[in-house]
Every structure is written in structure tokens, then in C-alpha cells.
């Protein structure tokens, strides 16, 4: 029989914010432990919650980029459960009244660019604080509470995925517009964006889903691909064999490549909701939702259709150029100073891109190279005042070292010799100095000319305009 | 309402509490009332009517992301019935 997968994805998302979600201490990863501490995110007792604006906005955009509707009224709730990393043995999140409801993610089938576009549903997104980091020692366990009230956004997604390579697409997707928003870094060693994934196979023309196995807290699209893949072998073997799956929490084991069932009572938990009497509820008006829906980015996907149609791009440097938006930050502030759109795109993702593999450095941490620099050399090109290996060599230079191409062309005379009676002069000289190719050419020997316009590029020490000193030397030679 | 509406043995497991058998069944004996007093309300015909969960009508009592200073470490661990120089100190937890 074959079976067919359903796999949803409950994504916790670390968001950008400076200070934590119900007090005013600094986030931060580089702090010492227990530096970023106060009486509300230690639980101490009286301490009273205040939740922060900014990460309600940054909630409420990521809703609006992925096609939420926003609530008007969001509550936020206790969910009790008793374990070292939260102090206050309740983590407040949201539970009937969530910020943002429906929503999607649109993927391709089988998450290959050459499938049909897939729209994965987003059931809801909730806001809630993440919990302390417990350290394993030979013979204690350390709690610091640093993270312990960081805002976390839970984007929990229906179980639309039909298999790894589709968990792994809608990821990708997810992380490209929440970067994009500006609402979280999304870094996956960080562990900024962690997803607990369910997973259950039902036999191919059965509508009802099968029973799900979750494996929580992953951090790695790699890690998850495959336990996924390990998890739907282990399920396909147990039902080919008339076994059935057992509903529970599963761990997965990066290193032995393997889920393992986990005997405890995490299945038996019962996190008692109620509501929050600490916090009063959240009511967005109309014309807040407005005003913050104004101040979102253009999405990747809008981003790439404009490339193309608006700028006559090709789809395929519309997509590398819009994946990043540092890089189409730059790419789009670079045609702002001036530069022709399909040039700086091609410098951009040729030599720029090149250069920056090579050191090791994130367009978004460029300094030599600024838009305004690319765009005056990009116009030098343009106008063939410089030539290629010339403005390639530019651009290296002023990648290393930073500066201004105009000055320094200037400076060094490094403009192309377009004057055709100084390129004539140097044809002269170089037919000369080499009669017997000269006299091939004459003879009909077309390659011979090759040599005599690397000649001339010689004598003008690379500056002649290759094509105006072929034309030179035709003339002379016929 | 009987005090089978509670059960103080799961109560207590998802709590941590440890009681004695004992403790168990005086609790039972003493919480059966109260919640059997709050279970009078369900007695009543509420249908339409929302729960109350704010004594007042307030909303958007929010904060400005703005830092503000957090407890020195020292003063942070003092309470702290186990602690190393930088950390609570507890029993080694198996993942
Ligand atoms: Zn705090």
C-alpha cells in the first residue's frame, strides 16, 4: 500500500526586539550568565509583567507579510507546567485570543522550483516568552535566565507538507520573509528559530490523517529533514508490518541518525490555560494595523516579480538578487545613484559576489564597496570610459582599500584611449614593430590581427579601446 | 457536588508536590468543598454571557522596547538555595 505523508511544523521564533517580553532587561547572546536578570523574568514573587509594544508590532507584521488577519482583541494566558528553565512555573503565551489567525505560506509541490505552486495554511501565530537555558555539567545542571522572557513568536502551520523536501522549502520561505520584515535574525545556530514537527502517514485515498508522532525543539532544516525522513520509514515499516502508530513525542538523535521514543510523561502534560490576570488584553485599532501594515517591506516574492517586470531582469537574477534583502538593498540603492539595472546586476552577482565569497563578509557588512561607488564605476563602464579587465581590477582595488573610481581614473589615466587619432598612432607603431604578422593579415591570415590589437593594447599599457584599435589597425592594413 | 471532581494525587504529580498518603487524603477531604462551592456557578445558565476575565475595561497597558537595568548577579544568586559564581546550581538534569 502507499501511504501518504502529512507533516506540520509549529516554528518558535526568537524576535528582534532590544529588551525582553514582560520587562525591560537587555537581550542579548554575549552577556555573562544571570546578567540580564530582574524580579519579573526571575518570577520572584509580586513582580508584575508588562508586555512590550514592539514585540506586539513585530507579531503583528510578521502576520501581515504572511497574509494573516489580525485580531482585534488578543488576550494572553498562563500555561503551567514545572521545570528549572521557567522561574515562575508558568510561561505566559497567548491561548484562545491570539494575535494573528489563518495565513499561508505559498511553496512549489515537493519543494522543487519546477512544482506547482502550494499554499501551506498558517492556523495561527501566537506570542509568548521563551525560557531559560539549562547547562549540563559531570555532576550538576546550571540555570541562566538571560533568555528566560525573550519574545518568542509560535507560527504554528497546518500539517499541509507532504514531505521533507516541502518541510524544508516552507522553512526557507518562512526565514526569508521574517528576515525580510526585519522581525527576527532567524539565526539557526542561535537557535532563533526552533520548530517542533509532527508527522503521520494515512494509506493513499483516505482523507482522515493518521495518528502523528512530534519531535520537538529542532534547530537545524537539515536536522529536521532527517528525522522527518527517518521518521516516515519508521512509520511506513510499522504499518506494512499491520503494526500502528503510537501517538507521542519522539527525540531525535542527530548523531545515531535515529527518533527515540521518550519514556517520560511529556505526553501526560496538562498545561492548565487560564488567563493571565497580571496582563490586560491587547485591542488593535484599525488605524494601528494601518499604520504598521505601511511600514512593512516589500515581500521576497513581490520583489522578484518587480526585478523582472519593471527592470527586465531575467527570473533567475531576479531570484538571486531578491533571496537577500541586504544584497537587494544594495542592489536597488546601486540603480538609485545611477547604474544601469541588467549591469549592476550582473557586476553584483558576478565579480561583487565573487569578491565577497572570497573574504568571507556579508554584503551588509560591505564598507569599501558603498552603492554610490558601484554605481559611479558601473557608469564608467557604461560610457566605456574604462574597459572591462580595467574596471575589474577597479573594483577589486576599491574593495580592498574603499575609494572613489572617478579620482582615481583621474588620477592615474587609467580612461580608455577612445581618441581614434591616438589609437591610430599606436596601430602605426605596432605594425611597425611587427611586419610579418602584419603581413599575414594582409595575406588573409585573420588571426594574425588578434596579435596586433594585443600589441596595441600593450603600448597603451591596457587603456585603448580594444574594438576602436581593431578598426585602426583594418584601416592601416587594407 | 462530591470531591471526586478533584484529583489530588494528579494535582500533585503535575505540582511536584510529594505528600504522604496521608496528606493525600486530608487534602482530598478539605478541597472537595471548595471546589464543589466554585462548581455551584455551573449550576447557573450562562449561555451568551462572556466570561469575565479584567475587573475593569483597560486595554494596550503597553511597554516601550527601552532597557532598563536588570539585578546585579551577586544579588540575583544570594536567594538562591544553590549556586556556582555565575549560575543556580541544581541537580544534574538527564536530557
Ligand atoms: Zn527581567
Redesign the interface.
Known sequence: MKYLVNIGLETHVQLK???KMF????LSTES????????VC?GLPGALP???????KFTVMSGLMLGCEIAR?A?FARK?Y?Y?DMSKNYQISQSERPLCLGGSVEIHEGGVPSGAPKRVRINHIHLEEDAAK????????????NRCGTPLMEIVGEPDLASPDEAMEYLQKLREILVYAGVSDCNLEDGNMRSDVNVSLRPEGSAKLGTKVEIKNMNTFKGIHAALEFEIARQTALLEAGGAVVQETRRWDGDLGETFSMRT?ENAH?Y?YF?E?D?????LSEEQVEQWRKALPEAPEAKRARFQETLGLPAYDAGVLAAQKPLADFFEATLAAGAPAKLAANWIMGDLLRLLGAASLDVADLRTVTPASLAALLKLVDAKTVNGPTAKALLEEIFKKGGDPEAIVKERGLAQVADSGAIEALARQAIEANPKPAAEFRGGKAASLQFLVGQVMKLSKGKANPKLAAEALRKLLS | MSDSSLDVAHVCALAHFDLSPEEMARFQRELGPIVAYVNKLSELDLTGIEPTQYGQPVANVLREDVVEPSLDRETVLRNAPDASETEFRMPRIVE
Open positions: 526586539t532590544r529588551t520587562c525591560g532587561c537587555l555573562e550568565p544571570n546578567t540580564n536578570v530582574c524580579p526571575l508588562r508586555a512590550n509594544k514592539e514585540a506586539v482583541h488576550e503551567n514545572f528549572p539549562i547547562n549540563h555539567y559531570a555532576r550538576h545542571s546550571g540555570v541562566d535566565y510523561k496538562d492548565r488567563p490576570p496582563l490586560l488584553p491587547v485591542d
